[in-house]
């Protein structure tokens, strides 16, 4: 098993920054994905980044320019650095990490985007 545990949402204006962290401990594995979804009320859960265990990253349309995901390997940690910040940025933040065909979940931090 996997525990995956999300840090540094919160509210902030327009045009601001937050950063998200994420600590994964239990059984792991060297080669995997982790990645940052979210999910606004009724929305579906979507994609915002990913990075590979090797340092390959991808982002969501809606964010690339303005979100960085990087990681940690020595510490188990991932990132998501978020930059110029819109209302519609506004959604819990979920963590994941993919490693031998399983994913895990953490339990997702808010950012709200608002003035």
């Known amino acids: 098993q996997v525990q995956l545990v999300e840090s540094g949402g919160g509210l902030v204006q327009p045009g601001g920054s937050l950063r998200l962290s994420c600590a994964a401990s239990?059984?792991?594995?060297?080669?995997?994905?982790m990645g940052w979804y979210r999910q606004a009320p009724g929305n579906q859960r979507e994609k915002v980044a990913t990075i590979t265990s090797g340092g390959r990253t991808n982002y969501a349309d809606s964010v690339k320019g303005r979100f960085t995901i990087s990681r940690d390997t020595a510490k188990n940690m991932a990132y998501l650095q978020m930059n110029s910040l819109k209302p519609e940025d506004t959604a819990v933040y979920y963590c994941?990490?993919?490693?031998?065909?399983?994913?895990?979940w953490g339990q997702g931090t808010q950012v709200t985007v608002s003035s």
């Open positions: 994941n990490r993919e490693q031998e065909r399983r994913q895990y």
């Open positions: 239990g059984k792991i594995f060297s080669i995997y994905v």
